[in-house]
């Protein structure tokens, strides 16, 4: 793979147009919350990091919706955190009900981007992604990466270009190569992507 899938900011809201250059998050998502859990206010989290062993690590979340202006980050103190059933239950002081707990469906777990995990050599977070030029191993300039899906099984980019839209899985035989300094991907198109 050619970046983490740690930390992921969000699918984006679809838009027109060219992307966004991509910039500095304060905050990356590391879950999303599915529902309530039993009565007592825990929140069912899907998980959106390669690393949840921070569970553990974290005092203190921020939940909040990105979908609804404006963004929220709210902090909440962790009080406990247990795995179930490929989930994470979360739950925090002052969230002590079911009814409580129902509220938050559809929020994102956060953390501050200065609490993220360090990436190692090669890997790169989702939102660097984001406007970066996508050229063919033959030189075809494709357009630029406008939005990005998470589909269960592996990330897909969306990119954008005088050609249309092409949708990019990332898997190793389509991504080539995502160099960062020069704000481009090389990808090598598999019969049926066009």
């Known amino acids: 793979m050619t970046e983490s899938r740690q930390d992921l900011v ?6 027109s147009g060219e992307a966004a250059p991509p910039s500095e ?22 998980i959106h990091t390669d690393y949840p062993e921070r569970f553990a690590a974290h005092r203190q979340l921020y939940l ?5 202006p404006p963004a929220t980050y709210v902090p909440y103190l962790l009080q406990t955190h247990r795995f179930h059933r490929g989930a994470v239950l979360l739950k925090f002081e ?4 079911r009814t409580r707990a129902e509220g938050f469906r559809g929020q994102w777990v ?10 190692h050599e090669g890997e790169c977070y989702v939102h660097q992604m984001i406007g970066l030029r996508v050229v063919t191993v033959d030189g075809e300039e494709l357009g630029k990466i406008a939005e990005i899906l998470e589909t269960g099984a592996n990330l897909v980019y969306i990119v954008r270009g005088a050609g249309g839209e092409i949708l990019l899985p990332d898997i190793g035989e389509v991504i080539v190569r995502v160099d960062l300094a020069a704000q481009q991907v090389t990808v090598r198109l598999l019969e049926g992507l066009r």
């Open 10 to 15: 969000p699918p984006l809201p679809p838009g």
């Open 64 to 68: 909040g919706f990105t979908d609804r």
């Open 25 to 46: 998050p304060v905050f990356l998502a590391v879950g999303r919350v599915l529902s309530a859990h039993a009565l007592r206010g825990e929140l069912s989290v899907e």
């Open 110 to 119: 956060w953390i501050p981007i200065t609490e993220a995990m360090e990436l």
């Open 94 to 97: 002052g969230i002590d009900d």
